[in-house]
């Protein structure tokens, strides 16, 4: 059978190096997993523990398609607490993880054809998802001097539909801060264009705390995800905040896109929001990774790289060691038996010069990667 034009999109290369690690696994070798951005941790206990009581309880089917009421309302309390934001939970759509997010968000925003802007490097799944909605993806090629962030010039003279954000951002782990959103949003305001910001890695940072785009307007789209902070990835469950009158548009299309995010994945969620001993634990591990890496990457031979804001990766520049990240990632993983990210996932243009190193796994993993990395350099 023919298939359609929009399907034509790229892989995900980061999926295909998983594929690759796995596939190693299973002839026996020992892989450090530096690729994928996964916490190495599971759910919060009483997230699990919450869920089996539901369930015992009695059958979990759909919900509404806005969400459980009490997930919503506990969700606009966080930005209370977290960001001193006073949020009606009428605005909060629970999703399918974040992804269920952007297909909802640029369904509800754009036409055909419409372009929409986003930095790279950036998450490869936004322009993929935009092309298989028949939208145009418009790059713009940030720079180091803006921390690979995109700033108001770099869409000064286009014309776009909407501009995407993210911060801490992925795969550089940067962040915006309140001048920076703020005139992000206002420059995009001014063209009468769309404004979404990807807060999925709030909740890890370092030194300073994030800013939602909340803080600074209501005419936004704020997609955010219980998979990296609440350690929940394959629970597949998100949140996205809406304008007021654009949550009826929104809800018109999960009711027929998704009917609702899983029952089992919202009632973890939920317990999951008051499990903030255990999830500053995580971030113990995540700072003591990151220290680990921006001391053992240089030592190793990655010498080009910047300290993470957020998140949980190092975006390095390799040009001094190969025009083909791709074929050093392979080599890497061959050799050393450690999985990186090449950059072309991130940035078609200039990505071919670029890895990413995730450090989300476990601090004994984290060390003997790097162990790994400095031996694979001295020997090349």
Request: hydrophobic content about 45%; proline content about 6%; overall charge negative.
């Amino acid at each position: 059978m023919k298939t359609s034009r929009r399907s034509a999109v790229d892989p995900f290369i980061v999926m295909d190096v998983m594929e690759a690690a796995r596939a190693a696994e299973d002839a026996g070798r020992h892989i450090i997993h530096m690729e994928v951005g996964q916490p190495g941790t599971g759910a919060p206990r009483a997230a699990t523990d919450a869920l089996a009581r539901a369930m015992n309880a009695g059958p979990l089917g759909y919900t509404v398609a806005l969400g459980l009421p009490a997930l919503r309302a506990r969700i606009a309390r966080m930005y209370g607490e977290w960001y001193n934001v006073d949020l009606d939970p009428a605005r909060v759509v629970v999703t399918s993880g974040s992804s269920g997010g952007f297909i909802l968000a640029f369904t509800a925003l754009f036409d055909t054809g419409d372009r929409v802007a986003i930095g790279a490097p950036g998450y490869p799944s936004y322009r993929q998802i935009l092309r298989a909605l028949d939208l145009q993806a418009v790059d713009l090629p940030t720079a180091p001097q803006n921390r690979y962030q995109p700033v108001p010039a770099d869409f000064a003279d286009m014309d776009i539909a909407g501009l995407m954000v993210a911060s801490p951002a992925n795969p550089t782990g940067t962040m915006l801060d309140h001048a920076a959103m703020g005139a992000l949003i206002e420059a995009t305001h001014a063209k009468g264009a769309s404004f979404i910001s990807d807060e999925i890695y709030h909740g890890i940072e370092y030194e300073a705390k994030a800013v939602t785009a909340l803080e600074l307007t209501d005419e936004a789209y704020v997609i955010n995800s219980f998979s990296k902070y609440f350690s929940m990835t394959g629970w597949r469950v998100g949140w996205m905040v809406v304008p007021p009158d654009h949550v009826r548009v929104v809800e018109r299309l999960a009711q027929n896109m998704f009917i609702c995010a899983p029952h089992a994945a919202q009632v973890a969620a939920l317990a999951a929001m008051d499990c903030e001993d255990e999830l500053q634990a995580n971030m113990d591990v995540y700072r003591a990774n990151r220290a680990l890496m921006l001391d053992g990457l240089p030592a190793a031979g990655f010498t080009k790289i910047a300290p993470p804001d957020g998140a949980f990766y190092v975006y390095a520049d390799v040009s001094d060691l190969t025009d083909d990240s791709r074929a050093l990632a392979a080599d890497i993983l061959e050799r050393a038996g450690v999985a990186v990210t090449p950059g072309l996932d991130f940035d078609p243009l200039r990505g071919h010069h670029t890895l990413r190193f995730s450090y989300a796994r476990s601090t004994t993993d984290i060390a003997e990667g790097l162990n790994r990395l400095k031996a694979y350099m001295d020997a090349r």
